[in-house]
Nanobody, 122 residues
Framework: QAQLVESGGGLVQPGGSLTLSCAASRNIFSINTMGWFRQAPGKQRELVAAITSGGSTNEADSVKGRVTISRDNAKNTMYLKMNGLKPEDTAVYYC????????????????WGQGTQVTVSS
């Protein structure tokens, strides 16, 4: 299991942008699917976006059109570029690995890092 370290979070004003990074401890070329999750206070962790080894992506309806998920196999890193941030995007963001069972359906390993805090506020 690859160790994953999230970074890039911070405080940003509404409408602003951030790019999160997820650095893996090993080559991610063979990892079937990687994803970004978030958990806001008092809420369940939710999938934000996922990307398969083939480059297929899937984004939650709440962020569709505002986020771009990508992975750089040469750098063993996955990214989440977020634009048009809203206060409701405030959460701790986590990355994880898993397997695509069917288009849009995934099995995620229960192995979580520390996450990176994103706060959207004026």
């Amino acid at each position: 299991q690859a160790q994953l370290v999230e970074s890039g979070g911070g405080l940003v004003q509404p409408g602003g942008s951030l790019t999160l990074s997820c650095a893996a401890s090993r080559n991610i070329f063979s990892i079937n699917t990687m994803g970004w999750f978030r958990q806001a206070p008092g809420k369940q962790r939710e999938l934000v976006a996922a990307i398969t080894s083939g480059g297929s992506t899937n984004e939650a309806d709440s962020v569709k059109g505002r986020v771009t998920i990508s992975r750089d196999n040469a750098k063993n890193t996955m990214y989440l570029k977020m634009n048009g941030l809203k206060p409701e995007d405030t959460a701790v963001y986590y990355c994880n690995t898993g397997i695509e069972l069917a288009p849009g359906s995934y099995y995620w390993y229960d192995y979580w890092g520390q996450g990176t805090q994103v706060t959207v506020s004026s």
